[in-house]
């Protein structure tokens, strides 16, 4: 049987009845739950799992969604914890979302049950406070739908793609959080785990371009970034990016953007709105 999905919409705010962690100790699948409210789950313990016709083995940092309308029971070995938000069905406008009922949230993990911490702290709020507290709780809770939405498309669009072309994002990725002191493209291929070859006709093949043109263009767009919006000198700025010096970043950044890092600054100065 193929995983179904929970559905929800980018624009849709959730309305939150319940949330917190809470202990869990049924057996047998003796008991069932059914309302009308949708449930997320986070697990903390072994168990198995119905949802509905569907059967599934729970796993710490297992993610569930029970839909409202749906049956669910359970059986634990041994009793446990799980975070759990209850929350309204809602009028889907907006972009359509669609996120498996059932899947691992892996190194997503820790993010996901920050937010759910977060959610349960403002929904036991003070009274006096509530008015601002919910209101916080359904953006928080929209976000961490919205979080989980890309997840999924991302793993999706991992599952898809050919080995190659994951490979490809996997180096952006490394040089992206190494933009200053980039990594070598032997180290680059090494942790990926394709040959050089191999991995610059990949890389070359998803995002048109080498991946030391890659690293520059990524590079004189934070540099652009910096000149529009700090004061940082051009050699500040140089030395933050792994430039040599701010010769060196001139002469680059005229080769990108068509003129001088100075030209750049002052150009943006002059097209920036008067304060009023």
């Not at 449930?39 to 083995?57: F, N, P, S, T």
């Not at 990949?202 to 540099?223: D, H, K, N, Q």
Request: hydrophobic letters at 45%; glycine letters at 6%; proline letters at 6%.
């Amino acid at each position: 049987m193929s995983m179904p999905a929970f559905t929800w919409s980018s624009a849709a705010l959730p309305e939150i009845l319940v949330a917190g962690r809470y202990p869990l100790d049924d057996r047998d699948f003796k008991y069932f739950y059914r309302g009308d409210v949708h449930a997320l789950h986070i697990y903390d313990y072994h168990a198995q799992m119905r949802l509905d016709a569907l059967q599934v083995d729970l796993h710490p940092g297992d993610l569930t969604f029970s839909v409202a309308g749906g049956e669910t029971r359970y059986h634990l070995p041994h009793p446990g914890h799980h975070w759990c938000i209850h929350f309204r069905p809602a009028r889907l406008v907006g972009t359509p979302l669609a996120i498996p009922v059932h899947f691992n949230l892996g190194t997503l993990k820790s993010r996901i049950v920050d937010a759910v911490q977060r959610i349960a702290g403002l929904m036991a709020a003070p009274t006096v406070e509530a008015a601002l507290a919910r209101p916080a709780a359904s953006a928080a809770m929209l976000e961490l739908i919205l979080t989980l939405a890309a997840h999924t498309a991302r793993s999706e669009s991992r599952e898809k793609a050919p080995r190659s072309h994951a490979a490809a994002e996997r180096a952006a990725a490394l040089l992206d959080e190494n933009l200053s002191d980039p990594p070598s493209a032997r180290a680059v291929s090494q942790a990926v785990g394709l040959s050089q070859n191999w991995l610059s006709r990949a890389f070359r093949a998803r995002y048109g371009i080498t991946m030391a043109r890659y690293v520059l263009a990524s590079r004189i767009t934070m540099a652009q970034s910096l000149l529009q919006n700090t004061d940082m000198p051009v050699r500040r700025i140089a030395e933050r990016l792994g430039f040599l010096d701010a010769q060196h970043l001139n002469k680059q950044f005229r080769r990108v953007a068509g003129c001088s890092p100075t030209s750049f600054r002052l150009r943006g100065s002059a097209h920036r709105a008067p304060e009023t």
